[in-house]
């Protein structure tokens, strides 16, 4: 059992290595963006913005964007299977008038788009923006997708903010990862922006605090495979109390000389803190994690706990 843990343990943290090597900048290749290295891992949002002499520290509000994390079941898919992945705003309402987004996503993708009347309709704008002039049209890069917005008052609402639909590969196979997200571009004449009609000084804090802190990436999974996803013991799709009790009832049969009776993916998935052992530390981490998620928190057990040493 021990040998299977340490072996659980290197495997995590070669993969927290791997994940701070693959880290990409767009000069390197004009045509390149983070969300398309096409490695089946999560992309974690990279902040290329430039905050300047702005204290993000002063802010002190909760904006947030978040992307849609969608699980595909490979054993329902068929070739016209689509999924919808919505991005979404919370924390901003009644500061936000001027909104310039890029959104990128894994080119294994295929976006699916809509001919209608008015031409190709890129991806739909959402209830958050319903009363703003929204602009769509392809990012410039290949897998990218601009989004610009504008209200003259500033009215945007908690919500979503626009939703795309892509197609999976046809080749696909369980364990794969495929990433969507945003990328802050710099471009003189119309950088990216989240900011108020009347670019005060309160607007510009919160737009560096969003393009800094306050975007958490999304993805399409894949299931099966050796996939498991860290904290997600009963693999239903959520991290919550019911993965705590699990947690905790294969410590107690480990206590009595029994196996832990999990299978081999919800062990992984159960040893939360990385160590040799599945014990009442991982359940408590779970159980933190679920109040972090239930008091608005997006990031990833992963993000939560890179960002939380004390854990
Ligand atoms: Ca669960
Ligand atoms: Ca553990």
């Not at 490695?39 to 978040?66: H, L, P, Q």
């Not at 605090?209 to 498991?228: A, L, Q």
């Not at 040893?271 to 608005?296: F, K, R």
Request: aromatic fraction near 10%.
């Amino acid at each position: 059992m021990n040998g299977f843990f340490s072996k659980a343990a290197s495997f995590l943290s070669a993969a927290v290595l791997a994940a701070a090597c693959t880290v990409s900048f767009p000069a390197e290749a004009a045509n390149a963006h983070y969300c398309d290295v096409q490695d089946d891992k999560e992309a974690v949002y990279e902040s290329f913005y430039d905050v300047g002499d702005t204290d993000i520290s002063a802010y002190t509000g909760n904006a947030r964007i978040w992307i849609d994390r969608v699980t595909a079941d490979p054993e329902q898919l068929t070739a016209d299977s689509e999924f919808e992945v919505s991005v979404h705003v919370s924390g901003a309402a009644d500061t936000v008038g001027k909104i310039s987004l890029h959104f990128i996503y894994d080119t294994r993708l295929t976006l699916v788009t809509e001919q209608t009347a008015i031409g190709n309709v890129l991806m739909k704008t959402g209830d958050a923006v319903s009363e703003f002039t929204n602009v769509v049209m392809s990012g410039g890069k290949e897998g990218s997708l601009y989004l610009m917005s504008n209200h003259v008052n500033n009215i945007l609402k908690d919500g979503t903010l626009c939703t795309m639909k892509f197609k999976l590969p046809s080749d696909v196979k369980g364990g794969e990862v495929f990433p969507v997200g945003i990328e802050y571009i710099k471009k003189s004449g119309g950088s990216d922006c989240f900011c108020d009609a009347f670019n005060s000084e309160e607007a510009k804090l919160q737009e560096a605090y969003i393009f800094t802190e306050g975007i958490t990436n999304g993805y399409i999974k894949v299931s099966g495979g050796d996939d498991f996803v860290l904290g997600d013991v009963n693999n239903d799709g959520s991290i919550d109390s019911g993965d705590a009790s699990d947690i905790l009832l294969a410590y107690s049969n480990t206590q009595t000389g029994s196996s832990t009776g999990l299978d081999e993916r919800a062990e992984k998935a159960a040893n939360v803190n990385g160590d040799q052992y599945i014990d009442s530390n991982d359940a408590s981490v779970v159980l933190a994690y679920y109040a972090y998620t239930q008091t608005g928190g997006h990031g990833s057990l992963e993000e939560y706990l890179s960002s939380d040493p004390g854990q």
